[in-house]
């Protein structure tokens, strides 16, 4: 990572559910920066809907190793705060996550290898009375403070072994050889991901989503305007696509939605 | 502040009503960026809401004392521009903040205790004519990049000894002991924020608003999903939540709904 | 630019279409984070309408030049992915630009002196195979952080003399003296900017627009609060206001509705 005379700064980057508006976001980077004055903030997203965990274990499981190792990701997606859910700090390939410990990390720890990570139980808090509502603030942030400014992990808390998982559906083969599996996401775009992995396209007759059959295509540009395309997406996965439009609109179709990618 | 034997960047925060998608807030950076090639820009946010002053001073409340000294708060929310209002530079606690002299240092100032401000008469505007209609460019952000690259309070221009304040409301003691306040804003999540001190909610025995009862607790764990629930919040008020919901969709209620607190 | 001791930081800006929910922005600022680690990223918006490649050009034509030289402006407006559009990076004053070749440096070049442009072939593309639909990733990113980290713009690719570039309405006079043009946008703010020049105004009698007649003023101040204004904006074009509110709401126009000034 080094790339000069100077020590290039370490990164955090943010994603949150918390919108913008309520300062919420600024008072987080406020400590980050009070407290690891030589990081580099980067906004991942702070649009994720409001407790949807899933979407953001997916953006997370994206982005995070496209960051040079020593990058701290935050996640504060967490609709169970002031519940008895832990807070997690972790590292993974020399990257580090922290996080409430409710399934945010499922994806990178699918691709990751080895992993150590610990319980939020020994953070250094902002003064006053910890509350029972802003865990960004009074857990997350000054964790991730710790670890920007090169603080160990070990001091944050004890070993945990067992992170919180989401269930992740896999595409199943079907007895005539047909593979089935679902639409995992849909992208801004209105682009439908599912669980189907790239290669089955590969001799695919057709591909069948809300009682329509599409045909597989390269990439958009092998189809006119408005017409729907099945292709490889940049995750590497099936993706049902409209050039120039919605496909979730299109088709009326969302998560969990079932596709069927068949040879013959 | 210093935590190394490099002097730390000077912070500007940059909070605005303008949304992104014009560039108007790219302008900005690209004055700081150019005037101030030292600081370090982090978005609180540009999603307030078209002209919302309250909503913009009580963000920049809540954050504003979390970044370090010698940071600047830089805040154009301004339905007033064209008009005679005064364009604003102040300094409380060590940092700053450039807006227009309009109430959005209302919060900030309550919680300050002394300030110095100025009003914007001498500042160093791009070429070219000052524009009647975007004083983020021509004014704000000039009046910042001085401040971030440590130019002095006074070089920008004569004293102002009295900044326009919001007025803010207080909740209040009824004969029968009970506390009567109101509703002050709700967040991204439908949580209500009232005036009401969070220590109020000490020994009370319900929590009325919209007609409805609600029960006290310590934290959004103590009720059952859906259910709604008072509580001490982050800023140490009291707040109406629903857990894993929106109080303000629930109860159909907004800002300056009437919220009693009784104790018998 | 120099301003120390130490040599300042690029810059990168960041416009697109992608939103940031799906991590897609985040993929590409973690590319540029590695390879250009001494790059400073400037988020300039994310919430460009979906393949608004006329509203991208816009956005770019107002901020590009309040950037320091050596800044790099990456674009990714790109509806065109998968289809046989070149990708382009250039340089004009100094500044630099990475974008699909699909007319969102138009209004850039309109108001540069000469330029220098290449065909991006010759990018050093992350590990894997390159994806047909996010060029942002496995090509733009990466075209950006060579530029970023000193770069030559003649190593990414042979020489383009014509970027492709968007129609460009102009008011024109008719017979009897008046101006015809046209909105050519509307603001967050409902404000409604036409293709008339600010110097038009001067001894206007009145602009029409939606079968509204409307009087010149110097700014929002110059009319109560909800009137209309047609005044001259911070482009130095004629723009078409109501104080306090939404002009395109207001007057019920949009995009390519036809304004006229007249001066007897």
Redesign the interface.
């Known amino acids: 990572?080094p790339?000069?005379p100077t020590a290039?700064?370490r990164?955090v980057?943010l994603?949150t559910d918390?919108?913008?508006?309520?300062?919420?976001?600024?008072?987080m980077?406020?400590?980050l920066?009070?407290r690891a004055?030589?990081t580099?903030?980067?906004?991942?997203?702070?649009?994720?809907?409001?407790?949807d965990i899933d979407?953001a274990a997916?953006?997370?499981?994206?982005?995070?190793?496209?960051?040079?190792p020593g990058?701290v990701h935050l996640v504060v997606v967490d609709?169970?705060?002031?519940?008895?859910r832990r807070g997690l700090a972790l590292e993974a390939e020399g990257r580090f996550v922290v996080a409430p410990d409710n399934g945010v990390a499922t994806d990178l720890l699918a691709q990751a290898g080895a992993f150590t990570a610990v319980s939020l139980e020994h953070v250094d808090a902002?003064p006053g009375p910890v509350?029972?509502?802003?865990h960004g603030?009074?857990l997350f942030a000054p964790a991730a403070a710790h670890l920007g400014?090169g603080g160990s992990l070990r001091d944050l808390g004890p070993p945990v072994t067992e992170p919180v998982r989401l269930d992740r559906s896999m595409a199943r083969t079907e007895p005539d050889g047909s593979i089935v599996g679902r639409v995992v996401?849909a992208?801004?775009?209105g682009n439908l991901l599912t669980d189907v992995p790239g290669r089955r396209l590969d001799g695919a007759r057709a591909v069948w989503i809300g009682g329509r059959e599409i045909t597989p295509a390269?990439?958009?540009?092998?189809v006119a305007e408005g017409e729907t395309v099945a292709?490889?997406?940049?995750d590497g996965a099936v993706?049902i696509?409209v050039r120039?439009g919605s496909a979730a609109r299109t088709l009326s179709v969302g998560r969990d939605a079932v596709v069927r990618v068949s040879y013959r």
């Open positions: 990572m790339s000069g290039p700064h990164v980057t994603l918390f919108g913008t508006v309520d300062g919420y976001v600024a008072v980077k406020g400590i920066v009070q004055p030589d580099v903030l980067v906004d991942a997203s702070h649009e994720i809907a409001h407790g979407g997916r953006a997370l499981g994206r982005y995070w190793r496209h960051f040079p990058t609709p169970g705060v002031g519940t008895r902002p509350s029972r509502t802003f603030r009074d400014s996401s992208d801004r775009f390269g990439t958009y540009g092998d292709l490889v997406n940049s993706e696509a120039g």
